[in-house]
Nanobody, 123 residues
Framework: QVTLVESGGGLVQAGGSLRLSCAAS????????MGWFRQAPGKEREFVAV????????YYADSVKGRFTISRDNVKNTVYLQMNSLKPEDTAVYYC????????????????WGQGTQVTVSS
């Protein structure tokens, strides 16, 4: 069992920055990947970014590439999502998730999910 707790969401103006954190506890393994997803009202949950615990390899959705950075602290068992140049269309509930595979981007490849944290970007 893996427990994930997100934090760091909030309200920010367009062009601003936020850093989300995801603290993982329980049965975490070096072979796992940690992903960030988001879901806006009335929309499907969409992939944002993923990182592999062991190697630090990353993969991003095109919509956030160059603006968002995913990173991890293996000692603290925490994954971060640094979000810069935020846009109103980034407004969503952001979820972190733990899964397996080679940098998975599909939500059904993830086994554990956090409760989500709201990010609102005003124009």
């Amino acid at each position: 069992q893996v427990t994930l707790v997100e934090s760091g969401g909030g309200l920010v103006q367009a062009g601003g920055s936020l850093r989300l954190s995801c603290a993982a506890s329980g049965r975490t393994f070096s072979g796992q990947c940690m992903g960030w997803f988001r879901q806006a009202p009335g929309k499907e949950r969409e992939f944002v970014a993923v990182i592999r615990w062991s190697s630090g390899l990353t993969y991003y959705a095109d919509s956030v590439k160059g603006r968002f950075t995913i990173s991890r602290d293996n000692v603290k068992n925490t994954v971060y999502l640094q979000m810069n140049s935020l846009k109103p269309e980034d407004t969503a509930v952001y979820y972190c998730a733990a899964g397996w595979g080679t940098l998975p981007s599909a939500s059904d490849e993830y086994d554990y999910w956090g409760q989500g944290t709201q990010v609102t970007v005003s124009s």
